[in-house]
Nanobody
Framework: QVHLVESGGGLVQAGGSLRLSCAASGGTFTRYGMGWFRQAPGKERELVTAISSDGITYYVDSVKGRFTISRDNAKNTLYLQMNSLKPEDTAVYYC????????????WGQGTQVTVSS
C-alpha cells in the first residue's frame, strides 16, 4: 500500500513563496505518475500540475510560470515550488500518485493547507 504524506503548507502573503513536499512510501516511486491537486472551499478539486514517471510535466494555465513540480526519485519525494502566490491559490493541496492511465490517481495524501493573504 502506497502512503503519501504532504508537508510545507502554511500562511503566506500575496507575492510570497512556499514549497510543498510529498513523501512517498510503500511502493516503487519511480513507476508512478504524480500530481498536485487543490481544493478551495466551495469549489471542486482541480489538478494543478503533474509529472510523469519519465519527467514530463503539465500545468494548469493559472499556475504556469509561477509553480514548478519536481521529483527526487532517490528520496521518494515530490515537490511543488510555488512562487508569486495569489489569494486565489488558497486551498488544501493534495499530492496523488498513479500507476495507470493519465487522470486516474489511485493514491492520495491527507492534504496540506495553503493560505495566501492579500
Amino acid at each position: 500500500q502506497v502512503h503519501l504524506v504532504e508537508s510545507g503548507g502554511g500562511l503566506v502573503q500575496a507575492g510570497g513563496s512556499l514549497r510543498l513536499s510529498c513523501a512517498a512510501s510503500g511502493g516503487t516511486f519511480t513507476r508512478y505518475g504524480m500530481g498536485w491537486f487543490r481544493q478551495a472551499p466551495g469549489k471542486e478539486r482541480e489538478l494543478v500540475t503533474a509529472i510523469s514517471s519519465d519527467g514530463i510535466t503539465y500545468y494548469v494555465d493559472s499556475v504556469k510560470g509561477r509553480f514548478t513540480i519536481s521529483r527526487d526519485n532517490a528520496k521518494n519525494t515530490l515537490y511543488l515550488q510555488m512562487n508569486s502566490l495569489k489569494p486565489e491559490d488558497t486551498a488544501v493541496y493534495y499530492c496523488a500518485g498513479r500507476t495507470g492511465p493519465i487522470g486516474r490517481y489511485e493514491y492520495w495524501g491527507q492534504g496540506t493547507q495553503v493560505t495566501v493573504s492579500s
